[in-house]
């Protein structure tokens, strides 16, 4: 069952909010009475992660399950290691 909170907004106001910088106006969304007119870059505190000159493609692929379970046994980053196996049997690296 859902608890019944209270309105907490009554425990600041805007004065309490942080200057925006000169920065994160750059990088903000700005509209004109609803209409787009330049979409956000990043974030509001960074510019986000650069791009890959090599980025990898989402695919789909079958594999055996047990193949499966005994990367994702290796624990986080499995599929980062299913990658360097098959570049190595593709003789991709080095």
């Known amino acids: 069952m859902s608890e019944n909170r209270q309105n907490s907004t009554a425990d600041w106001d805007d004065d309490d909010l942080p200057e925006w910088t000169d920065d994160q106006f750059d990088r903000a969304e700005f509209r004109i009475g609803g209409k787009l007119i330049r979409p956000a870059d990043g974030t509001l505190t960074k510019p986000g992660r650069p791009k890959s000159d090599n980025p990898k493609q989402q695919v789909t692929l079958r594999l055996d ?3 499966l379970e005994g990367f994702r046994a290796t624990g986080p980053g499995w599929q980062s290691r ?6 190595k049997a593709l003789k991709l690296d080095g």
């Open 65 to 67: 399950s047990a193949v």
């Open 82 to 87: 299913i990658n360097a196996e098959l570049r």
